[in-house]
């Protein structure tokens, strides 16, 4: 019974090694790509190679590498694809396997020791090169890769010397020299970016950090430095990329996590003091930015923006005084801020100290000599001061230039009871009462009229005939807005307030 059981095992197993072996068959008949296929393939690749298309004969190699697996010309094939595609690190696979498929293919040997020495591996580069030499001492391209690969160590050594003693100048002479011989090693990036950054010059670290963001599998340190660098700058939308795309790696970084919270709080301030302004709620945009200072007193970019924009705000809200005493500390942080200069002259116009408002523009304009706005703020504040000097309708009526109808004509009631001629018996009071009187009459007519206002506040006198050309009705170069002179019939003089 027991030779019976052995014997039916035996036909058991024999039937199926059979049938393995025709599945085995069948399944390389149905999966596996025919010589023919995979020439078609590879010729479709050469062709769409040759005409740039490089994503399309990438495919055909694709397919051409799964149907022949142990065709090394065909993985050599594809890492040139790769490698014309700029995808080193997808190619340097395809070219290892060449070399165990066929360990004398010098071609994909030199073509891999290229690779590594950009990257920076100078041990298996040279190992490449060498391996080379040997089978072809005479191949010039290897010779010179292999003297590179010796310059690069002995370069990285005098880097690493003088970044040790602390001369970051020196160091970066050195590691310019080591990206022209390896520019897609990180760590050669990474150094100078620091010594960038000990020099202060985070423009250049940002430079060098942003490819090694791609040189270097999950490099959530270099996100979190460009992150920090440009937030830094003030660049609060740039470091909220960075910082996101740390967090894209790992959501659960806490170091690039408490980053962001504090750049999101911070951006979120920012956007909606701009949006505030846009909108001109100026004492809003004027809360957000003090909220901004309290979010970070630290980096003195956001104090000083802050101060800037607060300063817009005052003047536009024709808070004088204030406005002044913000812009000038905001001046005195940034000596060179057009803006800040523009809108202290702007308070300085408001405060009717047209003197200074031509030195702040004057100021500015040396700084930008091309901008529009700063011309045409100058030569207003000119004309202003120019004004000024003959009569100034604000300082007849002793009010502000942010005085608003009412209380112009508040100001001008009293004035001109005071200075009614009625009031004064002696020849020479009179006369000079109604010298007066005229001016205070012709300064709440500018004044209270929103056009001639307009022109006054462009620096124009919309009284004087020497500004109107020829128009406007004055006398003796105080212009009488009705047109005539009732003091010059002599007489009485009665006038009612109907305002």
């Known amino acids: 019974m027991e030779l019976g059981r052995r014997k039916g095992l035996n036909g058991v197993l024999s039937s ?89 293919f010098l071609a994909a040997r030199l073509q891999r020791g ?8 100078t041990q298996e580069a040279r190992e490449d090169f060498e391996t080379v030499l040997q089978r072809s001492p005479d191949q010039e391209e290897a010779q010179d890769q292999l003297m590179r690969a010796n310059e690069l160590e002995e370069l990285r050594e005098d880097a690493h010397a003088a970044h040790h003693r602390g001369d970051y100048s020196t160091t970066i002479t050195v590691l310019d020299r080591i990206v022209e011989l390896s520019p897609w090693d990180p760590e050669t990036r ?44 003030g660049e609060h939308q740039e470091s909220l990329g960075h910082v996101r795309a740390c967090l894209k790696l790992d959501q659960d970084d806490k170091d ?31 809360v957000k930015y003090e909220s901004v200072m309290r979010t970070e007193p630290n980096v003195p970019y956001y104090t000083n923006k802050a101060n800037e924009r607060i300063c817009f705000c005052l003047v536009k809200n024709k808070m004088a005084a204030k406005a002044i005493d913000i812009c000038s500390e905001a001046h005195q942080r940034d000596l060179r801020n057009i803006n800040i200069l523009r809108d202290r002259a702007e308070a300085f116009i408001l405060n009717q100290d047209y003197e200074k408002a031509v030195e702040d523009y004057q100021e500015a304009r040396e700084f930008d000599k091309e901008s529009n706005e700063i011309r045409e703020g100058l030569e207003r504040a000119q004309k202003l001061l120019k004004l000024s000097r003959k009569r100034d309708y604000y300082k007849i009526l002793g009010v502000n230039r942010s005085a608003n109808k009412q209380e112009i004509i508040k100001a001008y009631r009293k004035l001109a009871q005071q200075w009614h001629p009625d009031n004064f018996r002696e020849e020479a009071e009179k006369k000079e009462a109604e010298k007066r009187f005229i001016d205070i009459v012709s300064a709440k007519e500018v004044l209270t009229d929103p056009e001639m206002r307009q022109k006054f506040d462009s620096g124009e006198d919309p009284l004087d005939p020497e500004s109107q050309q020829g128009g406007g009705g004055g006398q003796g170069g105080q212009g009488w807005p009705f047109h005539f002179n009732p003091f010059e019939s002599g007489g009485n003089y009665h006038f009612k307030f109907n305002h």
């Open 114 to 121: 290229n690779i590594l020495l950009k990257q920076g591996n």
């Open 256 to 286: 690039c996590l408490s980053h962001y919270k504090q750049v999101k709080k911070l951006s979120k301030q920012l956007d909606s003091a701009e949006e505030h302004i846009e909108e001109a709620r100026y004492q809003e945009a004027i």
């Open 190 to 233: 990474e150094l100078r970016a620091e010594c960038y950054i000990r020099l202060g010059d985070p423009r250049k670290a940002i430079q060098d950090l942003t490819p090694t963001t791609r040189l270097r599998n999950d490099n959530r340190a270099a996100f979190l430095k460009l992150s920090t660098l440009h937030y830094s700058l």
């Open 16 to 104: 199926l090694s059979l049938l393995c072996v025709i599945l085995d068959i069948q399944l390389d008949g149905v999966l596996g790509a025919t010589h023919v296929e995979i020439e078609q393939h590879l010729e479709m690749g050469r062709t769409l190679l040759a005409a740039g298309q490089l994503a399309e004969a990438l495919s055909h190699y694709h397919y051409a590498v799964e149907g022949d697996s142990k065709n090394y010309l065909t993985y050599y094939k594809r890492a040139a694809v790769f490698l014309a595609m700029g995808k080193s690190k997808s190619a340097l696979p395809d070219l290892t396997r060449a070399i165990q498929l066929k360990p004398d």
